[in-house]
């Protein structure tokens, strides 16, 4: 899985698996969209206005939680769209 954010376009992508050329777009809202491939797999969600929706609660960090663990990660997300 692959987490990419980009600051000019304040859009960030959660990516599963590698882009298929085919594909679906599922707009959920004005600030999401699924992408689904062809066998029915979802391969990556778009988040648009994405640095409001990082921050609602967390003040800004991305957190990764292992829930059979415990185990946590943090990372700070910085930069904001101009």
Do not use: C, H, W
Not at 32 to 51: F, H, K, M, R, S
């Amino acid at each position: 899985m692959k987490i990419t954010y980009d600051p000019r376009y304040n859009i960030a992508y959660i990516r599963f698996s590698e882009k298929t050329t085919e594909a679906e777009a599922i707009r959920l809202s004005d600030e999401a969209v699924v992408d689904i491939a062809p066998d029915g797999t979802v391969y990556g969600i778009e988040l648009l206005n994405a640095n409001d929706q990082f921050r609602r609660e967390d003040g800004g960090e991305l957190v990764v939680i292992n829930e059979a663990t415990g185990r946590q990660s943090k990372l700070p997300l910085t930069g904001k769209a101009g």
